[in-house]
């Protein structure tokens, strides 16, 4: 907590604000009304790039930037030291023993090039071209693993993290520290996706749980509950509801209303696909009217990169996969799920190709248990296609198994 004499990102807003009405002010600095009402109420943290546009739109000469990294340090310390709960710390302190046993000999020399930052020099550490160099490469990184797999982008990501983990050791101040944090926790993040991918789950958990630990240093929040859904997400794919459900509630928790609302609408879709699997079709439906409702507010000018695919699309998708799983009990429910299955379909980005795979391999168990045999048979074929041509092994099993179903 801040001590009483001292001013807060907020405050200082809010006093240099004055008189000046939001709209104005969102137009000087180019982002939304609402963020800059919700950094006035508390309820978000200021990225550094809202607060490097208010600090200049107001005039300030460095005072709320400086003002948003003391926030975000204090908010990195108040994660760090946030008790989860037991099940929650079970599931960490295995992730450490499986990163331990089977990720340091599985990838070695990749650990050890991490950790020394062997042939980088980045002398331009501090400067801003740098960083928008890098968050451009990571979206390259991204388009390609979605149109072509993660197997096209896997060495040139690895590669890309250890760049920034090599530039996050030479970082001299505290602002250069959170900025190349918040990077390395995407970069890192995004590592933990593609591994997952390519069928290796375990080392999977590795990255993102080291990710999380880059994101609490940068005290970004929102990316942090990205990374606890990842997870969770893992453990319902391996059969671990229960323990999924656990690490996705301490997600939410731990997020509130401070997350960003993409972050949070794309928990709760993941969360009501955990529920399903325990056949808890009120709370699947509960969590899936969350998703949505934040939805309405996901693009605020500000989502975060790693959660840019959020749209209506993707939620369909998570919406028919709920629904598969409950119709086994519940069948009328099928379908709300081939319907919003159907809109997933037809919205869907033709440059997302490898996520297309999960769409078509959902919509092929809603026919087959709707008990169209042939459809679903057609839609498991063209999910198998994708899956082996984008080389997703998570993808492939899951078309395979709805195939042979």
């Not at 997870?231 to 059969?239: A, E, F, P, V």
Request: proline letters at 2%; charged letters at 20%.
């Amino acid at each position: 907590m801040a001590q009483a004499d001292e001013v807060t990102f907020a405050e200082e807003l809010r006093r240099l604000r004055g008189e000046l009405s939001l709209r104005e002010l969102a137009r000087r600095a180019a982002c939304s009304k609402s963020i800059i009402s919700d950094l006035e109420h508390q309820r978000r943290s200021p990225t550094p790039r809202v607060a490097l546009a208010l600090d200049r739109a107001l005039g300030a000469d460095g005072t709320l930037v400086s003002l948003a990294v003391v926030q975000r340090q204090r908010l990195s310390g108040e994660m760090a030291q946030a008790a989860p709960d037991g099940a929650a710390d079970d599931l960490l302190r295995e992730w450490g023993d499986v990163w331990r046993r089977d990720f340091l000999k599985g990838a070695g020399a990749a650990g050890a090039a991490l950790a020394t930052g062997l042939g980088t020099d980045n002398t331009a550490a501090n400067s801003r071209d740098l960083m928008d160099a890098h968050t451009a490469l990571r979206a390259a990184h991204g388009r390609l693993d979605n149109l072509r797999g993660a197997s096209a982008a896997y060495a040139q990501a690895v590669d890309h993290h250890r760049q920034i983990l090599a530039w996050h050791a030479t970082a001299t101040t505290a602002a250069e520290q959170q900025q190349i944090a918040a990077l390395a926790a995407d970069t890192g993040g995004f590592v933990g996706f593609l591994t997952y991918d390519l069928g290796m789950a375990e080392n999977a958990a590795a990255h993102y749980r080291d990710a999380a630990t880059h994101a609490r240093q940068a005290g970004d929040l929102s990316c942090c509950i990205n990374l606890i859904g990842q997870m969770s997400r893992i453990l319902t794919d391996q059969g671990h509801y229960r323990r999924a459900l656990t690490l996705a509630d301490g997600g939410l928790r731990l997020g509130g209303t401070k997350a960003h609302p993409a972050v949070r609408s794309w928990l709760h879709a993941v969360r009501a696909h955990h529920h399903a699997c325990l056949s808890d079709a009120r709370s699947a439906q509960s969590d899936l009217r969350a998703a949505w409702n934040l939805l309405e507010r996901a693009d605020d000018g500000e989502k975060p990169p790693y959660i840019g695919y959020l749209d209506a699309a993707e939620l369909n998708k998570w919406t028919g996969h709920a629904m598969v799983r409950l119709g086994h009990t519940t069948p009328a429910l099928l379908s709300t799920g081939q319907k919003a299955l159907d809109e997933a379909r037809a919205a869907w980005p033709a440059t997302s190709v490898r996520g297309s795979a999960e769409v078509l391999t959902a919509t092929a168990r809603i026919y087959a248990a709707l008990g169209d045999r042939d459809t679903a048979a057609d839609f498991a074929t063209r999910a198998v296609t994708i899956a082996t041509q984008t080389g997703s092994a998570r993808n492939l099993r899951a078309a395979l198994s709805a195939a042979t179903k």
